[in-house]
């Protein structure tokens, strides 16, 4: 039996929503009742059956519809998605990893045949039912990172290594917390993680890269990374703020519950064979704080975090306005019980 795919909105009417399964699914980012940035990673190896960590790529429910967003924000504006020139090997293998990702875990919604570089990729949800070849831009719609991330949920990164740094020099970036690709295409890793508080004098970063430049290729990683949104909009980027960013002025405590969401990133990074590039997958998870709650576990932690945010990190991260709010709506959910280790549900 194969997904059933959502019909929802990201923008003007907000129809969005989690069904009761992918509301246990949701990678709740907090594996205990404080919060401080460090280097989460972990192997990214099969997890349980039925979570975000089932398969190397995830695909669920509301596929469909983000795909479908995701045009929207390259129609107005194309620059979201840009490709250095020494980055087309890699595009190539970022494409054969999603493509054999997706058909391997999925195959009741995605196939791929292949005759040396004579390739047949089928996307059923999608309606997509194309024949290339591998490493001919000219027999693809658009070159082959656009391609197939116009098809995968998520934004992705292409890092190229040189230098004894990372490089980020393609990506498509249709939904972020609030940074652009436009500004930080052709940056380093230390030089696009520059505004991060706290945890350049922590050295986290600097552990982080060293551990990412000696990735393995078959050997991928992930952490999870958050923040929080107003109504569930994925694109936060700075080149729409005027867009999103009065959103924080309209809450209530009447509202909060239903506007409010926890939006998480499952990142992970993938050593490409061809090109020796890392590919950064960053995929976003958002739930409202109404939805939340129906997770008791969940509900008595993200106060305790919130509470305990350090002033840097609730600046950072846009808190500012809405935190007290959003601990005092939350509280009610917090019986004084002890959470139990990890961030699943009990």
Same mark, same amino acid.
């Given at each position: ?56 790529? /995830? ?13 929207? @924000? ?12 020494? #980055? ?19 195959? %009741?919604?995605?196939? &791929? ?46 890092? /190229? ?25 052709? #940056? ?9 508080? &706290? ?34 909009? &994925?694109?936060?980027?700075? %080149? ?23 939006? @998480? ?13 890392? @590919? ?34 609730? /600046? ?8 007290? #709010? ?21």
């Amino acid at each position: 039996m194969g997904i059933e795919f959502r019909q929802e909105t990201f923008r003007d009417d907000f129809t969005f929503r989690n069904s009761p399964a992918a509301i246990r699914r949701f990678p709740f980012p907090f594996d205990k009742d404080a919060y401080m940035y460090a280097v989460n990673i972990e192997p990214h190896t099969p997890g349980p059956k039925g979570s975000v960590y089932e398969h190397p790529i /995830d695909v669920d429910e509301h596929y469909v519809s983000e795909m479908h967003d995701r045009a929207l @924000v390259l129609k107005e504006d194309p620059l979201r998605c840009q490709s250095l020139p020494h #980055m087309t090997l890699a595009g190539w293998d970022l494409l054969e990893l999603l493509m054999e990702c997706k058909s391997t875990s999925y195959p %009741e919604h995605f196939s &791929l045949t292949r005759d040396g570089d004579k390739w047949h990729w089928i996307n059923r949800p999608l309606g997509i039912d194309d024949k290339f070849t591998f490493g001919d831009v000219s027999t693809l719609p658009y070159g082959p990172m656009e391609y197939i991330t116009r098809q995968s949920q998520g934004d992705f990164c292409l890092l /190229d290594q040189r230098d004894g740094n990372l490089w980020m020099d393609a990506g498509i970036v249709t939904t972020q917390a609030d940074w652009s690709l436009d500004f930080d295409i052709g #940056m380093n890793f230390m030089e696009w993680h520059g505004p991060v508080p &706290l945890a350049h004098q922590l050295g986290v970063f600097e552990r982080a890269l060293k551990f990412m430049l000696n990735l393995r290729q078959g050997s991928p990683v992930r952490r999870l990374n958050w923040t929080m949104t107003i109504n569930p909009r &994925l694109d936060t980027s700075p %080149e729409n703020y005027h867009k999103w960013g009065t959103d924080r002025t309209t809450l209530t405590p009447e509202n909060i519950g239903n506007k409010l969401h926890l939006r @998480v990133e499952l990142q992970s990074f993938f050593r490409l064979p061809r090109s020796n590039a890392i @590919v950064f997958p960053i995929r976003c998870y958002l739930i409202k704080l109404e939805e939340l709650v129906q997770v008791p576990k969940w509900g008595r932690r993200l106060p305790r975090v919130l509470k305990s945010l350090p002033p840097e990190l609730i /600046d950072y991260k846009g808190l500012t306005r809405y935190r007290d #709010m959003a601990v005092e709506w939350l509280s009610r959910y917090d019986d004084g019980a002890e959470t139990s280790p990890g961030g699943w549900p009990d």
